[in-house]
């Protein structure tokens, strides 16, 4: 079955930084591509990265700031935070597209709150 | 950067009745559309995808039409679960990768 089990998120300061985790079971992950997706409260879905094997992408809202990276022999993927905003707060996924084409998603990991406020 | 624009933003229904979501691209994404359910404090779960595509375990009330910029998610009889946010979202031409604003449908 697959997983993906997100850790990490928290309260933090404008300008400071985070780490999120998630960590995936049931399939290969090295071999699929995996996305970061935000959606502020109220507000709906936000594409943040990708990354397929050592290929990176980024939202221009994001790009400088925010760092995907994947730990293959760990089964997890990361999104290193730094220079955080208040805009940056946000529920933020992990997802796959595991049993259909890459570019959709049809499992998400939980949900991880990253909150920025002085 | 494709601009998907979904219409209505709120549907007011009753159970039983038909259900039918716009999702409208700012330029042709052939076929590459998804759509996803999502509940309060829940992630969002694929429904449909490659425009008309099921995903695994989506019941057949469930059902996308659609191809270029015009798509449609047609939901055929709706069942209490079914009252949701609806999002659509364009795998066809990135980075980005985009999506709706979101239609939510409530209970009438």
């Known amino acids: 079955e697959v997983q993906l089990v997100q850790s990490g998120g928290g309260f933090v300061q404008p300008g400071g930084s985070l780490r999120l985790s998630c960590e995936a079971s049931g399939f290969t992950f090295s071999s699929y591509w995996m996305h970061w997706v935000r959606q502020a409260p109220g507000k709906g879905l936000v594409w943040v990265s990708r990354?397929?094997?050592?290929?990176?992408t980024y939202a221009d809202s994001v790009k400088g700031r925010f760092t995907i990276s994947r730990d293959n022999a760990k089964n997890t993927l990361y999104l290193q935070l730094n220079s955080l905003r208040a805009e940056d707060t946000a529920v933020y996924y992990c997802?796959?597209?595991?049993?259909?084409?890459?570019?959709?998603?049809?499992?998400w990991g939980q949900g991880t709150l990253v909150a920025v406020s002085s | 950067e494709i601009v998907l624009t979904q219409s209505p933003a709120t549907l007011s229904l009753s159970p039983g009745e038909r259900a039918t979501l716009s999702c409208r691209a700012s330029?042709?994404?052939?076929?590459?559309l998804a759509w996803y359910q999502q509940k309060p404090g829940q992630a969002p779960r694929l429904l449909i995808y490659?425009?008309?595509a099921w995903a695994t375990g989506i019941p057949a009330r469930f059902s996308g039409s659609g191809y270029g910029t015009d798509f449609t998610l047609t939901i055929s009889s709706l069942e209490p679960e079914d009252f949701a946010v609806y999002y659509c979202q364009q795998g066809g031409t990135w980075p980005p990768w985009t999506f709706g604003q979101g239609t939510k449908v409530e209970i009438k």
């Open positions: 490659d425009a008309s």
């Open positions: 997802a796959v597209g595991y049993n259909i084409p890459e570019g959709f998603f049809d499992y």
């Open positions: 990354i397929e094997r050592d290929i990176t």
């Open positions: 330029q042709s994404i052939n076929y590459s």
